[in-house]
């Protein structure tokens, strides 16, 4: 057996092309287009290559760019207040903070100042409880984007026996429970799992996102298991995951590349998250107006 490849630049293409068609429905409808604003602080070269990627897309979909770059020595005041300024402009529909942050501001506290409806990320503390609870709400990009590779592949999630490795707030905790919203049965690894291969063999959809380059092989997958590889790791021959593609790809049904599998879902979720945004604060406009 050798694994059908998950093509995540063709499934985020689609997705994208979408998002432009109903961000210039949203524009004749209402005349103003979906706002981004994105905050970077600092010059982290991989941050400045990140946030410039977001803007061309958004620029591509028609949403309208509100960047604000920051040195390095601000602080956390300054931040917090161009927060504040960015929840009251009615113009930006999303809010962005571009994350890690430099030594001596708190991103967590910092990303916790913007209002979850302009929360694009789903990381403040509101996004993340109505996550818990199922309640509509933004949801993380990336995660959302794995559920939205699954369902493009048509790959059954109902009772399906889901492991997901990694326990991390931005991947791991999201998407487990995302998949748990779809009734699937999810596990969680991380480094204090006993026999990580015999927990991943059991499952019909694993998903790796550990941060840990190759770390699952042959022997963790069951064959004719789905294999989404979030991981994204720096290697001598360029990026890798965290799933050995060559070894697993001979046992999986389906398989996502490490480049071009979850990471253009990525941004694609990130535009599809502010239209989103735009659109439920159009409703509130509309029903404040009644």
Request: glycine share 10%; proline share 7%.
């Amino acid at each position: 057996m050798t694994a059908a490849i998950i093509d995540g630049r063709a499934v985020a293409e689609r997705v994208r092309e979408q998002v432009a068609g109903e961000v210039a429905q949203l524009v004749e409808r209402t005349g103003r287009p979906p706002g981004l604003a994105t905050i970077l602080v600092g010059d982290d070269p991989a941050s400045v290559v990140y946030v410039a990627m977001k803007r061309k897309a958004c620029a591509e979909a028609g949403i309208a760019d509100h960047h604000q770059h920051l040195p390095t020595d601000v602080s956390q005041a300054d931040v917090a207040a161009l927060i504040e300024r960015r929840n009251a402009d009615p113009e930006v529909s999303g809010i962005l903070l571009q994350l890690p942050v430099p030594a001596g501001l708190n991103g967590q506290d910092l990303t916790g100042l913007i209002a979850p409806g302009k929360d694009v990320d789903g990381l403040t503390p509101i996004s993340v409880g109505r996550l818990v609870r199922g309640t509509p709400g933004l949801r993380p990009c990336t995660p959302v984007g794995v559920i939205a590779l699954l369902d493009a592949y048509d790959v059954p999630l109902e009772g399906a026996e889901t492991v997901v490795v990694g326990r991390s707030d931005l991947v791991g905790k999201p998407v487990s429970l995302l998949l748990l919203a779809r009734h699937a049965t999810v596990t969680i690894c991380h480094s204090r799992t006993r026999d990580l291969s015999a927990v991943c063999s059991r499952a019909d959809v694993l998903v790796a996102a550990a941060g840990i380059p190759r770390l699952l092989g042959a022997e963790h997958v069951k064959p004719g298991a789905v294999v989404i590889d979030v991981g994204v790791n720096r290697a001598e021959q360029g990026l890798v995951g965290d799933v050995d593609f060559a070894t697993v790809a001979e046992r999986a049904r389906l398989i996502t590349p490490v480049p071009g599998g979850v990471g253009p879902m990525t941004i694609a979720m990130l535009l599809r998250n502010t239209l989103l945004a735009a659109g439920l604060q159009e409703s509130a406009g509309a029903q404040s107006a009644a």
